[in-house]
């Protein structure tokens, strides 16, 4: 009777365990087109493209909504909500034709009064930084016809256009935060918190010529870094962007690499308000005692792009390469200038990391390594990401921190502005009246090469002044399962999904 | 059961739950780290934090925030998540089974595993498969299971293709491939319990076996396994339930490492990823619900106690 029962019983778990791992072997890709995308982060800030403010975030956005223009993989300003558009010759009146044709998610159409409700939330000052600052500069946002809206300027401003990137959302949406109803390739699904975000391709997506291949993606947050390698492997995502160099040597043959950069200012920023690193010749010092290429070799197996001012080459025009090279590693005059600041033996200090970035943590490493040559003690400080955006860049509560800024749209102010003495954004506490006239009056030029000029005259001000000690733009590693292609890099930091495409 | 008795337990569970709540929340009032800086990220202005703290109710003092936040639990939505920007229920509804599978499932490997076997090796003491079991035994406990989880993975995963790194199936999708993705993470927490509790149990059997009833019922002529089965295991169960108790709420706090071990998106993913982002609407949630679950199994062991035992029936009583 006991032996029955345990018999019955054994064969009942035995069977669930065989169907259960049945059903998982079983487990194989549908061959309707869809694809699961691994990403770091969940969207942890909004939907709403006004309130996200993570990179994270924007770079799935992007496939959610559009501007009156967007970005194309070049770099350049392209039509998209609208259909055209005219600037006025002395450059402050835009007027924007929007598409006849074009729709939202929910099957409205666009309208001028969905443009102006849109770009108004914007320059109601609730949004990012350069963006609120650009916004403050619009007379008059007007909808004289339903398809058609005028933008008056208080002054001309060359970079305005590439600020109307920002999204339009319809102005039925009462809950932008959790409903995204955007114009883009993708529209929304669903999400289920730390777990995935759908997305399903727009039928009626206005652009036929570009209209998104893939029907299905479903982007699955993999929040454990260690695990990316064994589940691109093991089949259960397709894809993975900025994987490091030995992340990429553990893939499988299925895999194709594409290689780009990432569109950041990677530097040690010093905290130019405090002692040591308020005085010009500590700063230059630690320029001549870091070796990028020596961090590039060590960390990111030689790859990477070295800058030495805060803009990075895919900046085309703006970028100026010759100051790469402005502070060659020189360990006798690093210690010149230490002796004539007053620090002949050198200092200690600390390096503040997000510990959940790794080739930043992996950076100040070699840094500390590398300080030692001059007698500088670098003690690395591990923070949570938090903890780094309320007390390193909210609060500037720090010495040194090596992070990555980006740039939200592919104007040099976006990444220049938060030089300016008395801009929110500026963390390391950079203090110069000659740069602070240098870009007032890049951001005033309405001629296009004397714009550029005065930006490139804040990257030269920026680099003679050490502001920080420059790095590089990291190399970006995207592994794609090679059933898929199509990956397209883009100069910002953006994810474009409507050029993925089966094989 | 008289009411004195439930109305003690659940005056301590409300305190217990109260208490836990209170710490959570000054822990967050303590730790460096702000949900508005968290937010706002690199385009936090001291006026966007400040509109944004007076939004989110975050300029009130402690207190007050305490008291509001209890409200929003008594009403039962437990509040707004600020990442997600929906209430913490609809968040937590979808997550719960997801760790409560899993424990239980586990739960269920434990008694399958620990039972037969501890008596098995109690009635075979000193024989050699009771010798290579103590070993393998002590082996199996020394692995956390965060570490047999990967070594799990590799092998039925990466070599064996039965199972699928990371190929989570929501139960939504299909439960029979949510319960099969479910296994190996069960058998990861399981194995160093299971192996505890074959010991304990061989070990309480072993005792019991020694004392002057044993002999009594052998002299009246029973047979061993009447012994075993009619007066021994009642006694000698005892202690064991009251370490399957305390497993079983190891259990539910350890799913949060062996989620992250297999990318499993249940109430330890959203526990980790809402204390870096500062949520605590959800942490708070989610660390008086783990506690709820600690206390109610507490009371569950209680009662089973007294179900198998009469004599701790009336002790309780008294």
């Known amino acids: 009777m006991k032996k029955k029962r345990l018999a019955l019983l054994l064969s009942v778990v035995l069977t669930t365990v065989a169907v259960a ?20 982060q969940d969207i942890e800030d909004s939907l709403d493209p006004m309130k996200a403010t993570a990179a994270g975030t924007k770079e799935i956005l992007f496939n959610i909504y559009e501007g009156l223009v967007k970005p194309d993989s070049d770099g350049n300003l392209i039509p998209a909500v609208a259909s055209e558009y005219k600037i006025s010759e002395e450059g ?52 004289p016809t339903d398809k058609t809206v005028v933008i008056v300027l208080k002054e001309a401003n060359t970079d305005f256009l590439s600020y109307l990137t ?14 995204a109803i955007g114009t883009g390739p993708y529209r929304y699904v669903s999400r289920s918190p730390q777990e995935n975000i759908i997305l399903e391709s727009f039928d009626d997506y206005w652009d036929k010529d570009n209209a998104p291949q893939i029907k299905k993606i479903t982007l699955k947050i993999i929040a454990n870094a260690d695990t990316i390698v064994t589940e ?3 089949g259960s995502i397709d894809m993975f962007c900025r994987l490091s160099s030995t992340q990429v040597s553990q893939l499988s043959s299925d895999y194709n690499v594409y290689t780009g950069t990432m569109n950041l200012v990677q530097a040690l920023y010093l905290n130019n308000a405090i002692e040591p690193f308020n005085d010009v010749r500590v700063r230059q010092a ?8 020596g961090i590039l070799d060590m960390a990111f197996d030689g790859q990477g792009s070295i800058i030495g001012s805060a803009v990075y080459p895919t900046f085309g025009k703006y970028y100026m390469p010759e100051l790469a090279d402005a502070y060659p590693t020189n360990i006798e005059k690093a210690k010149e200038l230490l002796a004539e600041a007053g620090y002949p033996d050198g200092f200690t200090f600390s390096i503040t990391v997000p510990s959940n970035y ?18 500088i003690t670098a003690n690395i400080n591990l923070v949570e990401w938090a903890t780094w955006l309320s007390d390193v860049y909210s609060g500037r509560q720090y010495e040194t921190t090596v992070i990555g800024v980006d740039a939200s749209m592919l104007s040099a102010g976006a990444l220049l502005d938060r030089y300016r003495s008395d801009a929110s954004g500026n963390f390391m506490n950079f203090n110069s009246p000659a740069y602070d006239a240098a870009i007032d009056a890049a951001e005033s030029s309405v001629d296009d090469d004397a714009k550029t000029a005065a930006y490139k005259q804040c990257e030269q001000i920026i680099s003679d002044e050490a502001a920080s ?3 590089q733009d990291m190399v970006n590693l995207v592994a794609l399962n090679n059933k898929y292609e199509g990956y397209v890099f883009y100069p910002l930091y953006v994810q474009d999904f409507a050029k993925l495409r089966l094989k | 059961m008289n009411l004195t008795y439930v109305l003690k337990k659940v005056i301590s569970l409300m305190f217990t739950l109260l208490l836990t709540a209170f710490l959570v929340f000054l822990a967050f009032s303590v730790i460096p780290g702000d949900p508005v800086t968290t937010m706002l990220g690199t385009q936090a202005t001291p006026e966007k934090v400040a509109a944004l703290r007076e939004e989110l109710g975050l300029d009130r003092p402690f207190l007050i925030r305490f008291v509001s936040w209890m409200g929003s639990f008594l009403d039962g939505t437990f509040g707004n998540s600020y990442s997600y920007h929906v209430t913490v229920r609809s968040m937590l509804a979808g997550k719960l089974p997801i760790t409560l599978t899993m424990t239980c499932m586990a739960f269920v490997l434990i008694l399958l595993i620990a039972i037969p076997l501890g008596i098995f090796l109690a009635r075979n003491s000193g024989s050699i498969p009771d010798r290579i079991m103590t070993v393998v035994n002590q082996t199996i406990m020394a692995f956390p299971p965060f570490f047999s989880g990967i070594l799990l993975t590799l092998f039925f995963g990466l070599i064996l293709h039965l199972f699928k790194p990371g190929g989570y199936v929501s139960y939504t999708t299909s439960v029979p491939r949510f319960l099969g993705y479910l296994i190996l993470p069960a058998v990861a927490i399981a194995l160093p319990k299971a192996a505890m509790a074959t010991n304990y149990l061989k070990a309480s059997v072993l005792k019991e076996m020694k004392k002057d009833y044993v002999r009594t019922a052998y002299s009246r002529g029973n047979t061993t396994k009447g012994v075993l089965y009619g007066h021994v295991l009642k ?29 499993i998106p249940g109430i330890g993913r959203l526990l980790i990823s809402s204390i870096a982002n500062r949520d605590y609407p959800v942490v708070e949630a989610i660390v008086v619900l783990l506690a709820f679950l600690v206390i109610l199994t507490n009371f569950g062991v209680d009662l089973i106690y007294r179900l198998v035992d009469p004599r701790i029936r009336s002790a309780m009583e008294e």
């Open chain 1, 21 to 40: 791992l049945g059903g998982c072997a079983g487990d194989k890709q549908e061959s309707t087109s869809q694809i699961t995308i691994g990403i770091p």
């Open chain 1, 92 to 143: 402050r009146v835009y007027t924007f034709t929007l598409r006849e044709d074009i729709k939202f998610h929910d099957g409205s159409s666009v309208t001028a009064d969905d443009v102006v409700y849109s770009l108004e939330r914007y320059a109601d000052g609730q949004s990012g930084d350069a963006l609120a600052s650009a916004f403050s500069n619009i007379d008059d946002i007007s909808a």
């Open chain 1, 166 to 179: 920002a999204a339009v959302i319809p102005k039925s949406n009462a809950d932008p935060d959790t409903v």
């Open chain 1, 232 to 234: 691109l492997n093991g």
């Open chain 1, 286 to 293: 630690l320029c001549y005692a870091i070796d990028p290429q």
């Open chain 1, 358 to 375: 790794q080739p930043h943590v992996d950076t100040a490493q070699v840094i500390a390594e590398q300080l030692k040559e001059v007698g």
């Open chain 1, 469 to 471: 000690v420059y790095i």
């Open chain 2, 235 to 263: 006694n000698a169960i005892i202690p064991v339930i009251t370490f399957l108790g305390m497993a079983f709420t190891d259990m539910i706090a350890g799913s949060i490492i062996i989620e992250q071990v297999f990318s």
